[in-house]
């Protein structure tokens, strides 16, 4: 898919990720603020898997490249 629609699947809760990504596993998720968190506006955040090897289930604010938004390898995380 590509990115627009991917981005329709975060605002719609689910998760995504893209088969051209470098680090295998990694995936994206949209955070919605609520009265606890310091950011007062929703982001987006990518999360690295538990076996990661120096990042195990690391997460990091996220901004898409121009390769990320013109790619057509998106796909929605099970």
Not at 18 to 45: A, C, I, V
Not at 61 to 71: E, G, N, R, Y
Request: aromatic content about 10%; hydrophobic content about 40%.
């Amino acid at each position: 898919m590509d990115f627009g629609s991917a981005l329709n699947e975060l605002k719609a809760g689910n998760k995504v990720q893209r088969d051209g990504w470098n680090g295998k596993g990694l995936w994206l998720e949209l955070q919605h603020p609520d009265e606890n968190s310091k950011m007062t506006l929703p982001y987006l955040f990518l999360s690295y898997p538990d076996d990661a090897a120096n990042t195990p289930g690391a997460r990091v604010p996220w901004l898409a490249s121009q390769t990320d938004v013109l790619a057509e390898d998106w796909k929605r995380v099970a």
